[in-house]
């Protein structure tokens, strides 16, 4: 079954940090662009930032909102892709959501998405 | 960046009937070398992640029911509901991958009974 599961999150202190990862199970996870969405309490959706594929350089981009505190990552032999948030800010907490694109070129639609985890960033 | 806006924020539609959700973008997402429109139509139920619908506008992912339907091209797109089921109860999204960084989403539109 194709999958993504999450772990990581809960509750941090403002300034601290937090790493959240992604397995994927059921597809060749290296040959694939992973996302990180996320959702503020009932709020929309708003992306974080991707990583790409190796044999597409590995490079990652991210929102405005997030560039210069958060860091995404893969290590394609394990299968799974993290998302290390420093610097958290009370306007970070939200639910998480992992994603993996489709393989069209430039970009792709979301087709898989995990289970997403809550980070909560407060006093 | 691309800013995605949909309409109405939230519509309420009696069992049976048609629901019509509308998405507009600030520049076109229609890439002239494939001429393919990079918009996606998500679901999202309480409590769940969001699940994809349709994309290239119009392409229904798999195990989609066919009620589901997408129209238009460049700027302007719709998402078609045939006849509203109970379990359509969601806020559905676009998303335009035309240009990225960032992708964005519109606000959603909450769809009740």
């Known amino acids: 079954e194709v999958q993504l599961v999450q772990s990581g999150g809960g509750l941090v202190q403002p300034g601290r940090s937090l790493r959240l990862s992604c397995t994927a199970s059921?597809?060749?996870?290296?040959?694939?662009?992973m996302n990180w969405v996320r959702q503020a309490p009932g709020k929309g959706l708003e992306w974080v930032g991707f990583i790409r594929s190796k044999a597409n350089g590995g490079t990652t981009e991210y929102a405005a909102s997030v560039r210069g505190r958060f860091t995404i990552s893969r290590d394609d032999s394990k299968r799974i892709a993290y998302l290390q948030m420093n610097s958290l800010k009370t306007e970070d907490t939200a639910v998480y959501y992992c994603?993996?694109?489709?393989?069209?070129?430039?970009?792709?639609?979301?087709?898989?998405w995990g289970q997403g985890t809550m980070v909560t960033v407060s006093s | 960046d691309i800013v995605m806006t949909q309409s109405p924020d939230s519509l309420a539609v009696s069992l049976g009937e048609r629901a019509t959700i509308n998405c507009k973008s600030s520049?076109?997402?229609?890439?002239?070398?494939?001429?393919?429109?990079?918009l996606a139509w998500y679901q999202q139920k309480p409590g769940q992640p969001p699940k994809l619908l349709l994309y290239w506008a119009s392409t229904r992912h798999s195990g989609v029911p066919d009620r589901f339907s997408g129209s238009g091209s460049g700027t302007d797109f719709t998402l078609t509901i045939s006849s509203l089921q109970a379990e359509d109860v969601a806020v559905y999204y676009c998303q335009q991958y035309f240009s990225a960084p960032p992708y964005t989403f519109g606000q959603g539109t909450e769809l009740e009974i």
């Open positions: 059921g597809f060749t996870f290296g040959d694939y662009v």
């Open positions: 520049q076109s997402v229609l890439y002239s070398l494939d001429n393919k429109n990079y």
């Open positions: 994603t993996r694109e489709g393989l069209w070129r430039p970009h792709d639609a979301f087709y898989i």
